[in-house]
């Protein structure tokens, strides 16, 4: 595995730092990545930035048509991204308790 000297280093984020500040550097290609909630808002930022980055997204969502229509534009930028197209993929699901998500990871 490569040495990332990006993510080794100290470096301080605030209440202004961006995806892509905190991103800067760093390559996620390899990586699988869960996220929760990308039917909307941070969830979908959050998918963009990721995949931007090279990462295989897998979205934990309640509503798969919501999730679909929400992240259809990231899905689309990515399409022609140099890295692999199987990139994103959706699973349904509903945590009703906070332990939940620990346990479908």
Do not use: C
């Not at 969830?43 to 309640?62: F, K, M, N």
Request: net charge positive; hydrophobic share 45%; charged share 15%.
């Amino acid at each position: 595995m490569a040495n990332n000297s990006a993510a080794t280093s100290i470096r301080a984020f605030g209440a202004t730092s961006t995806t892509e500040d905190v991103l800067s550097g760093i390559n996620l290609r390899g990586k699988r990545i869960l996220v929760t909630g990308v039917s909307a808002g941070i969830g979908v930022e959050t998918v963009r930035a990721l995949a931007a980055h090279g990462a295989y997204v897998v979205g934990a969502v309640r509503d798969l048509a919501k999730a679909e229509t929400a992240t259809a534009q990231v899905r689309k930028d990515v399409a022609g991204a140099p890295f692999e197209l199987n990139w994103f993929s959706f699973f349904r699901t509903h945590f009703p308790t906070p332990a939940l998500p620990r346990s479908a990871a």
